[in-house]
């Protein structure tokens, strides 16, 4: 007998903390983890298998992005990150993104950025000829990256 099946969470409502600061966009993607895969066998070996083995761990960027508008705190959080780490990059802190259930306030996943940082910003094209939202976009860059639920 197989157990109740769980519906699977939906990606609409979600948000961002970081500086202590509830952060709105519009899309974050990049959440995830990548392990190198080592080849290996030894020449003495007398069964002809490759052995796999787990390498180095690396977390993609996490881009976010959203609607610009008259608000430069993206902007001004970015220059006081600068401006904390002395000259020596950015300053590093955890970044929590929360994805909440439909009613937009029950969370059903927790994922931490540890050691993050912000690695790139930037906005869209300038286009007099097009119909379209000015995005603003921020990538962070983290060691390490948790499910906490």
């Known amino acids: ?13 979600f948000g961002l903390e970081w500086m202590g600061t509830q952060w709105g966009f519009q899309r ?8 190198d895969v ?3 066998r030894n020449g003495n070996d007398p069964t002809p298998v490759v052995k796999s083995l787990g390498g180095l ?23 006081e990150r600068a401006v904390a780490a002395g000259g020596a990059g950015w300053a590093v802190e955890d970044i929590t993104v929360t994805v909440y259930d439909l009613d937009g306030t029950t969370p059903v996943a927790v994922f ?18 097009r119909s379209a ?15 906490t639920s």
Not at 1 to 13: D, E, F, L
Not at 112 to 129: D, R
């Open 1 to 13: 007998m197989g157990s109740a099946q769980v519906p699977p969470n939906r990606s609409i409502n």
């Open 28 to 35: 974050i993607q990049g959440i995830g983890a990548k392990i």
């Open 38 to 40: 080592i080849d290996y």
């Open 57 to 79: 761990t690396t977390h993609p960027a996490v881009i976010c992005e959203q609607g610009q508008t008259d608000d430069v705190a993206m902007y001004t959080a970015l220059q």
């Open 112 to 129: 931490m950025l540890i050691g993050a940082w912000p690695s790139e910003w930037s906005v869209s094209e300038l286009n007099a000829m």
């Open 133 to 147: 939202i000015l995005i603003e976009t921020i990538s962070f860059r983290c060691a390490e990256i948790k499910r």
